[in-house]
């Protein structure tokens, strides 16, 4: 997969050039650009902001500099264009998926008071583009809901995690753990300062195991995620309510 980063802090990328991503790099299997959007300006002062018509507080950021900024990156080619805002549609497990599927990525990141609409609507009939939003709140700039979706789309790569099949157990994966969260897990000492694993994962019983592990994936997902638990299927819940 090939990743572009449009950012007027680019600095902020960094981080992936450690740890799973970075491995994946090496590997090739993420072909990760960082881009300086002031590379673009023509002023002595790189401007690549100004004053909202219609008036308010705060400032936009110019469509110039955006077009020549994502017309040199793209050439004539297609990737999809993903732009984080506080007013896009919820990043999801799901959506992350549909992003590991894609060749090619080129995220734009916003700051001030956003990036002028004009952009989106220029590429929208050329590429594909997403308005995401990582969580209802506000950040400085979209620089952090970058590194965000990365780490979540990178590590469904395949080669990136070491073992393929936690990312089938993830929480929220499609299929069984869809609207479910994971439950607790536990590793070496099997006593530590009094408190014991739970037995049944001691016990070898792997059927035991996995429908201990779902009672308590449903359990803890009634309790932090009542909105997920509305979702499932009412044989699912009730079958586990009885236990909860
Ligand atoms: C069309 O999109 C834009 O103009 C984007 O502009 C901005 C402006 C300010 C901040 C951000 C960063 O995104 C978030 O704050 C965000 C994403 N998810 N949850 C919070 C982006």
């Known amino acids: 997969m090939r990743l572009d980063i449009i950012s007027i802090f680019p600095e902020y990328f960094a981080p992936l050039d450690v740890s799973l991503i970075g491995k994946a790099r090496e590997r090739g299997t993420l072909d990760v650009r960082v881009h300086q959007l002031r590379d673009w300006t023509h002023d002595v002062h790189k401007t690549v902001d100004d004053t909202p018509y219609g008036g308010g507080p705060g400032m936009v ?13 793209i050439g004539d080619g297609a990737p ?37 609409s004009r952009v989106m609507a220029e590429y929208g009939d050329r590429l594909r583009v997403d308005e995401v939003s990582i969580g209802d709140y506000v950040l400085a700039g979209g620089e952090v809901a970058v590194l965000v979706m990365v780490e979540a789309v990178g590590r469904l790569l395949p080669g990136v995690l070491g ?11 499609p299929g069984s753990m869809r609207n479910l969260v994971e439950g607790p897990v536990y590793t070496k ?9 739970p037995a049944v994962l001691l016990s070898g019983h792997h059927g035991k195991v996995a429908r201990w592990r779902r009672d308590e994936a449903l359990r803890r997902t009634v309790r932090n995620r009542p909105d997920l638990a509305a979702e499932l299927d009412p044989e699912t819940l009730d079958k586990h309510d009885r236990k909860l």
Request: hydrophobic letters at 40%; a negative charge; proline letters at 10%.
């Open 61 to 73: 950021m110019k469509p110039e500099v955006w077009g020549e900024a994502i017309d040199a990156v």
């Open 189 to 197: 000492p099997p006593v530590w300062r009094g408190h014991e694993v």
């Open 163 to 173: 073992n393929a099949q936690s990312a089938v157990d993830d929480s929220f994966a």
């Open 80 to 116: 999809r264009l993903v732009v984080p805002t506080p007013s896009g549609r919820p990043f999801t497990q799901e959506l992350a998926q549909e992003l590991a599927g894609e060749p090619w990525l080129l995220f734009a990141c916003g700051r001030y008071e956003g990036i002028d």
